[in-house]
């Protein structure tokens, strides 16, 4: 597709809930990352995948909250027994290279537009 | 520990009033400094990289300058559409010269340029 497309772009969950969020990334795009915005602040990195293998996941913030990528393309980030916490705008960006190119463009993170997770 | 920090937090600006935006960074090894841009209920817009200490980009109304301690965003007569969130990152350079994957992010410079 022509952006990275992210569905869905509100949730809201009760306390308790399993939520799935999906990206779409750019065709061919192979490196992908997941991150967390709060409200008024920065993103903050989640986890990281380099076509279907997940290179970090230092960033996910505990045991509930899990990524796939199974085919390299899609990918979904589950949060389980969601908490209050967990509120925020969960950002899915792709690139189609990454790591140690200084091609220009190389490294640059194309992000979608979001989704706002709200749980009550 | 990497860390970004921006600075102010908000600026409110005349058109055509001029003015830049600082991002301080403290990180082991730069691999690259980024800026990009948020409108609400968006995603983060690429504008720059920077890779070295004294290399300058520019688009437009926007220049990025970098130093070895921080990097300018320099606004030069504003428009009301340049009003948004300027965020700076940063990507980190491993001890065995590979890059480090993600960017770590500042809190972000709030801009409203005033008609």
């Known amino acids: 597709g022509a952006g990275v497309s992210q569905s869905p772009r509100y949730k809201v969950a009760k306390r308790g809930q399993d939520v799935a969020l999906r990206c779409d990334p750019i065709?061919?795009?192979?490196?992908l990352f997941w991150y967390q915005q709060a409200l008024g602040q920065g993103p903050e990195f989640l986890t990281y995948?380099?076509?279907?293998?997940?290179?970090?996941k230092s960033g996910l913030p505990s045991d509930r909250f899990f990524a796939e990528r199974p085919e390299g393309s899609v990918s979904t980030l589950k949060i389980q027994r969601t908490q209050q916490e967990d509120s925020a705008v969960y950002l899915c960006?792709?690139?189609?290279?990454?790591?140690?190119?200084?091609?220009?463009?190389?490294?640059?993170?194309?992000f979608g537009a979001g989704s706002r997770l709200t749980v009550l | 520990e990497d860390q970004v920090t921006q600075s102010p937090e908000a600026l409110r600006l005349q058109e055509g009033e001029s003015s830049s935006l600082n991002c301080s960074y403290t990180?082991?090894?730069?691999?690259?400094l980024f800026w990009y841009r948020q409108d609400p209920g968006k995603g983060p817009e690429f504008l720059f990289t920077?890779?070295?200490a004294g290399e300058e980009k520019e688009k437009e109304r926007l220049k990025a300058t970098l130093t070895k301690k921080e990097s300018f965003l320099h606004i030069t007569a504003p428009k009301p559409e340049d009003s948004a969130t300027y965020l700076c990152?940063?990507?980190?350079?491993?001890?065995?010269?590979?890059?480090?994957?993600?960017?770590?992010f500042g809190k972000g410079t709030k801009l409203s340029v005033k008609p």
């Open positions: 065709s061919g795009h192979v490196s």
């Open positions: 990152a940063v990507q980190a350079l491993l001890f065995y010269g590979g890059s480090q994957g993600n960017l770590i």
């Open positions: 960006a792709s690139s189609y290279q990454w790591r140690d190119s200084q091609v220009d463009g190389a490294n640059v993170l194309t």
């Open positions: 920077l890779y070295s």
């Open positions: 990180v082991s090894g730069l691999r690259g």
């Open positions: 995948f380099q076509n279907e293998a997940q290179l970090d």
